[in-house]
């Protein structure tokens, strides 16, 4: 069978109209309703194989399916500059929230130098998904040993209008507040956000398990 008959037996009709409605940008008919865990399973199987290589160069998919295992196959990758590669030709097409944050290849924490100006050219871009990729990458590798607060600048000056580059910001912002408070709080008592990113950083803040009671209540004053 092919990749896409594959994923056509797995289908779950109750799963694909739950999905769907997770799913606003994207037409319910392009959805086969398969479940993370199976996906993960082809991705496994197929991982190396001369049908998986074809696969990766066969763009645009037609299901969103086609997507999420383009990404489990990606994230199995081993090489870091084929990785690379592999991502700048794949997210032009993603097109949702989900097929871009199941994307965390462990290749790329490998070369965190080589990895920080990728993501400079990927939050460059024009495209939503791959804006939202870059930031999900800087909050992934660049929060911890790596951090520096010229990220938070960075991730400050994105601007756009689209939800989920917005989403990602505040995403950041409350996970940046988590681990590098002190570094952080500046930026959002100095009101440095777009103020619905501003008020949505500090509603994820508040609801992290990371966020002491006192620094909560501190930050609910600055909404």
């Known amino acids: 069978m092919t990749i896409t008959e594959q994923l056509l037996a797995l289908q ?6 739950f999905q769907a409605k997770l799913m606003p940008t994207i037409a319910p008919e392009t959805i086969i309703g398969v479940r993370t865990p199976l996906l993960r399973e082809l991705a496994k ?16 998919h037609q299901y969103y399916e086609e997507n999420n295992l383009h ?18 030709r794949f997210l032009p097409f993603v097109d949702n929230w989900a ?30 998904y791959t804006v939202r ?9 660049f929060l911890d040993e790596h951090f520096s607060p010229v990220y ?28 590098q408070y002190d570094a952080t709080l500046p930026f959002i008592e100095q009101h440095r956000l777009e103020p619905w990113t501003h008020r949505k950083a500090i509603q994820k803040a508040i609801e992290s398990y990371r966020i002491t009671d006192e620094q909560k209540q501190y930050l609910r004053n600055l909404k």
Request: proline residues 4%; charged residues 30%; neutral net charge.
């Open 133 to 141: 990729f870059g930031i999900k990458m800087l909050m992934s590798h």
């Open 45 to 60: 199987r197929l991982k190396g194989t001369p049908e998986a290589e074809v696969f990766l160069k066969q763009l645009p």
């Open 152 to 179: 938070l600048e960075q991730v400050a000056s994105v601007k756009s209008d689209e939800y989920y580059v917005k989403m990602m910001v505040a995403w950041y912002f409350a996970t940046a507040l988590s681990k």
């Open 99 to 128: 097929t871009c944050d199941s994307m965390n290849p462990k290749v790329l924490k490998k070369q965190p130098e080589a990895l920080e100006k990728q993501i400079r050219l990927w939050m460059d871009s024009k495209e939503t």
């Open 71 to 88: 990404a489990f196959l990606i994230e199995g990758l081993k090489d870091f500059g084929t990785c690379i590669h592999v991502l700048d």
């Open 12 to 17: 779950d009709l109750d799963y694909k109209a």
